[in-house]
C-alpha cells in the first residue's frame, strides 16, 4: 500500500487553494460581465424611458451568451422588387404557429415594447413550466395599429415571441399572468428593411416611405402594421422591418 507523506498533504492542499482562487476570479469575472451588461441596458433603458429592475440582470446576461444561437420564424419567401442589388421590399408567406404574446399599452411606443421585451426575456430564459432557457427566436414582432386619422399610433402594442420548433408542440407555459401563448393564422405579408432605434416618429416615417414606394393599392390592410425586430434593444443600428398585411383573398 502506498503512503501519503507529509509533503503530498502539502502539495494537495496548495492546489486546493490554486482551484479556490481560479474559482474566485471566475466568479469575479462573471460579476464584472453581469454589470457592464446591466449598466449598458440601463443606460438604454432609460432612453426608453423605463428602469431596468435589478432582477433583469441575470436574462441579459444569459440571452447575450447565446446571441449567436438564434432560430429564425420559418417563412417563404414568395418574390422580391427592387432595382439594386437589396430588395426595396420584398413579400413573404409566415405558417401558422405559437406566440408568446404580451400587450401593453403605455404612452410612449417605446416603454411598451420595452416592458413586454422584458417580460419575455424572463420568460425565454428561466419563468417558464419547464425551468430553463427556450432558445431567443428572430424576428420578435410588434403590432401596431393606426389612429383614425392615420397620423398617430395607438397606445396599445402586442409583442410577440415565436416559440422555438422544439416547443411549438407543447409551448412551456409562462409564470407571468400577463404573458399569453397564442396559435396565430398564417400570414402573407410586404417587408421593407431599416435600421436604428424605433420610436412613434421613426415609424410612421418608415410606414410613409413604404407607402410612396407602393403605391395606391387596396391589397394590404391600412391600419395594421408589424415591426418586425431582428436585434436586441442595446444595438444602436438594429435591423427592424415594417410588415405591411396582405388582406385575406
Known amino acids: 500500500m502506498a503512503r501519503i507523506t507529509l509533503e503530498d498533504l502539502d502539495r494537495l492542499g496548495d492546489e486546493e487553494e490554486e482551484e479556490e482562487e481560479e474559482e474566485g476570479g471566475e466568479d469575479e469575472e462573471d460579476e464584472e460581465e453581469r454589470g457592464r451588461l446591466f449598466a449598458h441596458w440601463e443606460a438604454v433603458a432609460s432612453t426608453h424611458r423605463v428602469n431596468l429592475p435589478r432582477d433583469m440582470a441575470g436574462p441579459i446576461v444569459q440571452m447575450s451568451r447565446h446571441r449567436q444561437t438564434r432560430e429564425a420564424v420559418p417563412h417563404v419567401a414568395l418574390s422580391q422588387h427592387g432595382k439594386c442589388e437589396e430588395a426595396a421590399y420584398e413579400e413573404r408567406q409566415y405558417p401558422a404557429g405559437k406566440w408568446a404574446c404580451v400587450t401593453k399599452g403605455e404612452p410612449l411606443y417605446e416603454q411598451s415594447i420595452s416592458l413586454s421585451f422584458m417580460k419575455l426575456m424572463r420568460y425565454i430564459c428561466k419563468e417558464n413550466s419547464v425551468g430553463c432557457y427556450l432558445g431567443m427566436t428572430i424576428p420578435v414582432l410588434n403590432e401596431i395599429h393606426l389612429t383614425k386619422e392615420g397620423t398617430e399610433l395607438e397606445r396599445e402594442v402586442l409583442t410577440a415571441y415565436y416559440i422555438p420548433g422544439e416547443f411549438q408542440q407543447n409551448p412551456p407555459a409562462p409564470m407571468d399572468p400577463e ?26 416615417r418608415e410606414i410613409a416611405l413604404f407607402w410612396e414606394l407602393l403605391g395606391s393599392t387596396d391589397a394590404v390592410l391600412q391600419e395594421t402594421y408589424i415591426v418586425a425586430v431582428y436585434e436586441n434593444p442595446s444595438i444602436p443600428q438594429r435591423r427592424n422591418e415594417i410588415w405591411f398585411i396582405r388582406r385575406a383573398e
Do not use: D, K, S, W
Open 179 to 204: 404573458i399569453h401563448i397564442t396559435e396565430r393564422a398564417p400570414l402573407r405579408v410586404i417587408t421593407r428593411v431599416f435600421y436604428g432605434v424605433t420610436t412613434e416618429e421613426t415609424i410612421l
